[in-house]
């Protein structure tokens, strides 16, 4: 009897050590981070060096190879919310292009975020940041997710600072990276900083077709690119540019509801202005294919279902973007009246265009497919298991 109980004990004990070892240790796992000898190149292939001049790299904070580690390490470092349990990745995920596999992410205190987590990725390709573009730059933005009540709960920096100074594996880190260990929040936001404008996405299947005429891709993929551009379809109007996000700083209403019950750029303080309702920055559509689901509240889980909003499901609302009314569709002025960061562009334009009645598309099954096959086509693989993004925490 006590040899059987021993040998169930011995089971047990076993089971108890193989799952300690399972490869899936949450972000909060490893003590230290693990880094290779010389660091991983960041600076090869970030857009700027594509030659983008929207890449919104400031002048006192430039890509090097160890700030971005820094930044890494930082990004993954569960040490930087209130209780240890929650880092940027645990809402940013390398597997979902930086983005969340829910609609609401949960916080350091189980609680969940009341909007849907976006990709970061080309984040120097924006110049504004969040939904409803309340951060104008990077180094603005990245502290504000430690503060947040419901994201880290970090919510005062002297803290941070003296938290992380106690972690030995910072000084080396931090000399590195700005020659000196200091450690201060401007050094930690401008850390973060590199490291999401490194996370560059460009080895898509689209990006090899540019080099190639995209010979590479299939019928159904070229007719979902030739209805994306055309004139006729309201998509590139608003999704222009190499990141497919009208360059980073538009932000605009489509008609998802008659009212919006979080008004996106409406609600925000300086803002209080019905003008702006129901407006949310256009996000970019490179691998949305896996940062489902989708919207600023994360409302549609599939593509299909956010095409068919488009196709039929548009609501009439005051804000409405003409591009998405009767008789407004096929107009595209390209920089028509931004303003610039945190003014979206405001349409209609004087004048108006369109009906103001929402617009249905007539959409073929075939052209509803060929549209989803080509956004498909912007997914980068690549950047999803690229080791310099991954965990630091967790050995490899
Ligand atoms: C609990 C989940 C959570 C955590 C933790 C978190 N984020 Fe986020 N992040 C979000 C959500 C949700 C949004 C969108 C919020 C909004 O628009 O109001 C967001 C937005 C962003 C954006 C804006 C992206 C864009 O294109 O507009 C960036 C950049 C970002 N987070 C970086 C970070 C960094 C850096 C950290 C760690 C310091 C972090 N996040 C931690 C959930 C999280
Ligand atoms: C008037 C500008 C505009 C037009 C036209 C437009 N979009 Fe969008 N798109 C947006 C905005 C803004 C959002 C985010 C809205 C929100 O969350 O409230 C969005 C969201 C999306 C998303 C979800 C992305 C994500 O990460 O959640 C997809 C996919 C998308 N659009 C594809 C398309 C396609 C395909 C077309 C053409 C049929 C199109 N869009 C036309 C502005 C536009």
């Known amino acids: 009897m006590a040899k059987k109980i021993n040998l169930l004990l011995s089971a047990i004990a076993l089971l108890v050590v193989l799952n300690a070892c399972r490869k899936e240790t949450p972000v ?6 693990t880094l290779p000898e010389t660091p991983y190149n960041y600076v090869s292939q970030n857009f ?4 983008d001049p929207f890449f919104n790299q400031p002048p006192n904070n430039m890509l090097t190879n160890e700030g971005a580690t820094l930044g890494r390490v930082l990004f993954y470092d569960a040490k930087l919310s209130l209780n240890n349990t929650v880092a940027c990745a645990t809402c940013h995920k390398q597997n979902f292009a930086f983005a969340d596999n829910t609609a609401g992410s949960t916080g350091f205190e189980s609680k969940t975020t009341p909007r849907n987590s976006p990709a970061i990725i080309n984040a120097g390709m924006s110049n504004g940041y969040f939904w409803d573009i309340r951060a104008l730059t990077l180094e603005e933005q990245v502290l504000m997710p430690v503060k947040n009540h419901v994201e880290m709960g970090l919510e005062n920096f002297d803290n941070l600072e003296i938290k992380l100074r106690k972690l030995d594996y910072y000084s080396p880190l931090f000399e590195d990276a700005f020659g000196s260990a200091e450690i201060t929040r401007e050094r930690i936001a401008m850390a973060l900083s590199q490291f999401m404008r490194s996370m560059v996405s460009y080895r898509s299947k689209y ?7 995209f010979q590479n891709f299939t019928a159904l ?14 998509c590139q109007s ?3 540019g190499n990141n497919f996000n009208g360059w980073g700083t538009s932000a605009s209403n489509i008609g998802l509801d008659e009212n919006y019950s979080d008004n996106g750029m409406g609600d925000l303080s300086t803002n209080q202005d019905a003008a702006f309702d129901g407006m949310f920055k256009v996000p970019s559509l ?3 294919a896996v940062t489902a689901p989708y919207m600023h509240d994360g409302r549609f889980s599939t593509l299909e279902q ?7 499901g548009v609501k009439k609302h005051r804000n409405l973007d003409y591009r998405l009314t009767e008789g407004g569709g096929g107009i595209f002025f390209e920089g028509d009246g931004s303003g610039g960061p945190n003014i979206p562009v ?3 334009l004087p004048g108006g265009f369109g009906s103001g009645e929402p617009r249905k598309l007539n959409l073929t099954e075939t052209q509803k497919r060929a549209l989803v096959a080509f956004m498909q086509t912007l997914t980068d693989y690549e950047l999803m298991r690229d080791p310099k993004f991954s965990n630091p925490f967790t050995a490899n």
Request: net charge negative; glycine share 10%.
């Open 28 to 33: 909060t796992g490893a003590s230290s981070p």
């Open 48 to 51: 700027g060096q594509i030659g």
């Open 207 to 213: 990006d090899q077709g540019l080099n190639s005429n």
């Open 221 to 234: 993929e070229k007719m979902g690119k030739d209805l994306f551009e055309s004139w006729e379809m309201p």
């Open 238 to 240: 608003c999704h222009s």
């Open 286 to 288: 490179r691998n949305v």
């Open 306 to 312: 956010v095409i068919e909003h488009y196709n039929t």
């Open 346 to 348: 405001i349409d209609p």
